[in-house]
């Protein structure tokens, strides 16, 4: 038989992330590797009375197809927990918030679109977009987010050679951003907003972990200070539990029709039963509760991590300190490489994601994505040994650094 | 802000199904519009015993992130329930079957790829093929399935005019059509397999509906054929229940790795607790005995519509008589258009979809579907007499007729 697959279904890669993960599925092994929430987190109890009551009192609607915008009484919910005005018309629930960027994807990038991203980025976004064949431009950013003279400069750039060259929209994660867990300051999401407002140019803002914070909340979102220039993108995974497999998206009201067209093309609605159970375990501001304890176990995980690293860590390793989410980011000395490091890390009993899986081009091989919350703090503190054990013993010889150093150009 | 369009969006439109549910969400109205399964079928208690007993056991596991392929004891019970040698690794559990049509038009069509459909076809499929803009082209089809010699003509055609221009593939629903409910005769289904074998031809068989039918099983599936060349997908949705969104697909191993891909980045997996609810519940053969009830209501209903269009039906209307799903097919007399009658018909509290909106092109405007598992018998009766009383009103008289037929070019 004569299969012959679409030009895009050759772009498509498997996830790195998740080839390193089978590498790293050794039983006994410490992972800062994977993106999965502690499962301590999750309410299974409030789940286990919202299902019993949703199948007793509103079975046979939540178990029947149902209306692709999503549950009325969720997408109000959702509304009404945004810190800017939002009409319960423009948000569409989505089977996760990675169907959100497939969304958009479909009904912003044409092939050979330009897009820009940060450096680096959420890998599942670019997964996302890749099948619609853009030309991903990366922004260069520093710990305060996206530089937005780099932004400026890469869209006009663009736009000058023609109409169909404008950047479709940047797509940023300010908040405790998967992969460095930096958060964008107030200062440069002002600048970002009017420089983005100056172009014209249409923002995706990511948010799955803007509700993980650790001692203060982040600056107000993008979206709130340009609405009709922003799509707003938000999950259910990190604040409930992902397996339900819920997020959001809300659109500026002129472009909601068309994502509406592709979410009902893409899988008809998301499961209204999981809907109606989110709907009836968040209402009377269960979130209000249960989010804090989340928080509170993140942070004694976060601080965890960066004693342990302050410990153990040779000379030449640095790390940021998050302010809130899941990830932590660190950086190898000068002439190693964390994919090299990795098999050594495993055979240790210890797993990361080298940072390189991250980037859209110009990858830094030196850095790696470390996640503190699936790991309790014993495994971290004796991960983190085993880490800095596997770097010590990695690092080149004083005299082979100083010979590598002279011998680059 | 400068939002673009990509190109694809402006092929996508709002379904015209949908539209017409709008139109007749009156409040006491009897629809034989939707393709909504009858909830009486859906089994609350056991999915309330499955719900419990899941979170109580496995609730951590089932409220994480898990494989995008699926949760392994369902894939293993699909792959069980086939009958043809299938691998569960050849089992993708998607978010609805819906997503199994999203997914294999990421990785199968390029713009412009002809692809095959029936006359008419299910709308659905349509929906999820045009963002990725296919040339769809229908294959003449009679009360039997496709018409193999027509078939063989447009592939052939097509292949003609150059390597680009082959046909990407057929897809069909065999087994009580969607709209038409239809079944493919095992003379055409041995023809169908034998010509698309010899043409190179791959199939995408959709059967959703297969296991309702009503006095005996319908035929083997083109995929226990020649499995290497078909794709076959398939729902929970009509045997348990819509709204938990999950049904699967079967691939050709050379096809799985890139479906699989597609299915990461649309939304990394299918909700795990729904998968592990739906497992719960089919373990010990929960369908052996919870379908023949599925298969004893909707024949009854089925018979209720028959007899109930022969009681009333005006001369020259005409009906099919399905062996098994959830619709029926009618046609109108001459002169007469369903999408003029529809109005009509829901002053007097009645509702269909015109059939035109399942052509891809060259519409038959006489044709209607009415789904006969949505109403209750009583409803059926007072539906199709309405119905009826809608068409005599709104029928030409006879002398229009002639004037019209003879001033017809």
Redesign the interface.
């Known amino acids: 038989?004569?299969?012959?697959?679409?030009?895009?279904?050759e772009k498509?890669?498997?996830?790195v992330i998740?080839e390193i993960l089978k590498v790293t599925e050794k039983p006994g092994i410490i992972s800062f590797a994977?993106?999965?929430?502690s499962?301590k987190t999750?309410p299974?109890s409030a789940?286990?009375d919202a299902?019993?009551k949703v199948?007793?009192e509103d079975?046979?609607?939540?178990?029947?197809?149902?209306a692709?915008e999503g549950y009325g009484p969720l997408r109000e919910m959702v509304a009404a927990s945004l810190p800017w005005q939002v009409d319960p018309a423009q948000v569409l629930i989505?089977?996760?918030s990675?169907?959100g960027l497939?969304l958009l994807a479909?009904?912003?990038?044409?092939?050979g679109?330009p897009i820009l991203v940060e450096t680096p980025t959420y890998l599942?976004a670019l997964?996302?977009f890749?099948?619609?064949e853009p030309q991903v431009i990366s922004v260069a950013s520093d710990d305060d987010g996206i530089d937005v003279m780099d932004l400026a400069m890469k869209a006009t750039l663009r736009q000058a050679q023609g109409e169909r060259k404008?950047a479709?929209f940047l797509y940023v994660l300010p908040n405790f951003q998967n992969p460095t867990g930096r958060t964008m300051s107030e200062a440069r999401r002002a600048a970002l907003s009017a420089k983005t407002?100056e172009l014209?140019?249409?923002i995706i803002e990511d948010n799955p972990y803007g509700d993980l914070w650790f001692d203060a909340p982040p600056p107000l979102p993008l979206s709130a200070r340009?609405p009709?220039?922003c799509l707003y993108l938000g999950s259910f995974?990190k604040v409930l539990?992902?397996?339900?497999?819920l997020g959001f998206l809300v659109a500026?009201k002129?472009?909601y029709?068309?994502l509406?067209?592709?979410k009902?093309?893409?899988?008809?609605?998301?499961?209204?039963?999981?809907q109606r159970m989110i709907a009836e375990v968040m209402k009377d501001g269960f979130l209000d509760r249960h989010v804090p304890t989340i928080r509170a176990l993140y942070k004694s995980q976060r601080d965890a991590m960066l004693a342990a690293l302050k410990r153990e860590m040779p000379e030449g390793v640095s790390w940021n300190t998050p302010d809130g989410g899941m990830f932590l980011w660190a950086r190898l000395p000068a002439g190693m490489r964390a994919v090299e490091l990795l098999p050594k890390a495993v055979e240790k009993n210890v797993a990361f994601v080298p940072g390189a899986a991250f980037y859209a081009d110009n990858a830094d091989p030196r850095t790696l994505r470390l996640s503190f919350v699936t790991a309790s703090v014993d495994q971290i503190n004796t991960g983190v040994a085993a880490l800095a054990a596997a770097i010590r013993e990695s690092q080149p010889a004083a005299g082979v650094r100083i010979a590598e150093t002279a011998g680059a150009k």
Do not use: E, V
């Open positions: 038989m004569q299969w012959t697959l679409a030009a895009r279904a498509m890669n498997p996830s998740r994977g993106g999965l929430p499962p999750f299974i789940f286990a299902c019993a199948l007793r079975g046979q609607a939540a178990l029947q197809y149902a692709s989505t089977t996760g990675q169907q497939d479909k009904i912003l990038i044409d092939k679109s599942g997964q996302a890749t099948p619609m404008t479709r407002a014209g140019l249409p340009n009709d220039g995974s539990a992902p397996g339900l497999r500026p002129a472009l029709p068309k509406l067209q592709a009902q093309a893409a899988d008809l609605h998301s499961p209204g039963f999981n």
